[in-house]
């Protein structure tokens, strides 16, 4: 029978500390600047879908509108990091998501009543747009606004931390 032995020598000869694996360093992430950038970009994006949505099925819903502050808020934290301006700054950008998108939405629904393009309606009509959009207002609207801002400003703490 044969003993299991080691080989003679230092395995570690060569160089005297094992090698860890490369580790690439964290991003940074306190970028004010790149946060308010992707909570912008997140912002237009939601306001398009939640006007899409208002336009399709001819009413506002509360959970859009905490969907739209929290998607821009996320976007904020994830992106810019723990800075104390940024949930502020996603609460504003989420108020005009949720005008844009009300304006969207009913940009939809008066194109589909005068026969035009929602565009059109957009770009040609936009005073009219927004008369309108004054005298449709009422305080469920401005809810929303608050919901919104509210859902921003939480996402982005939670979402920078």
């Given at each position: 029978?044969s003993q299991s032995v080691p080989p003679p020598g230092n395995p570690f000869a060569?160089?005297?500390?094992?090698?860890?694996?490369?580790?690439?360093?964290?991003?940074?992430?306190?970028?004010?600047?790149?946060?308010?950038?992707?909570?912008?970009?997140?912002?237009?994006?939601?306001?398009?879908?939640?006007?899409?949505?208002?336009?399709?099925?001819?009413?506002?819903?509360?959970?859009?509108?905490?969907?739209?502050?929290?998607?821009?808020?996320?976007?904020?934290?994830?992106?810019?990091?723990?800075?104390?301006?940024?949930?502020?700054?996603?609460?504003?950008?989420?108020?005009?998501?949720?005008?844009?998108?009300?304006?969207?939405?009913?940009?939809?629904?008066?194109?589909?009543?005068?026969?035009?393009?929602?565009?059109?309606?957009?770009?040609?009509?936009?005073?009219?747009?927004?008369?309108?959009?004054?005298?449709?207002?009422?305080?469920?609207s401005f809810l929303f606004f608050a919901i919104a801002a509210f859902a921003a400003?939480?996402?982005?703490?939670?979402?920078?931390?």
């Open positions: 029978m060569e160089s005297a500390v094992p090698q860890a694996p490369f580790v690439p360093p964290p991003p940074a992430r306190n970028n004010v600047g790149l946060g308010l950038a992707a909570a912008l970009g997140a912002a237009l994006v939601a306001a398009g879908v939640y006007g899409g949505i208002v336009g399709a099925i001819e009413r506002e819903i509360g959970f859009l509108a905490i969907g739209v502050g929290y998607l821009v808020g996320l976007a904020a934290g994830k992106v810019g990091g723990p800075n104390p301006v940024l949930p502020f700054g996603a609460a504003a950008l989420s108020l005009g998501a949720v005008y844009l998108g009300q304006i969207f939405g009913l940009a939809i629904l008066l194109a589909k009543e005068v026969n035009l393009g929602t565009t059109e309606v957009l770009l040609d009509h936009f005073g009219l747009l927004t008369e309108a959009w004054k005298e449709d207002a009422d305080p469920m400003f939480s996402g982005a703490k939670k979402a920078s931390s």
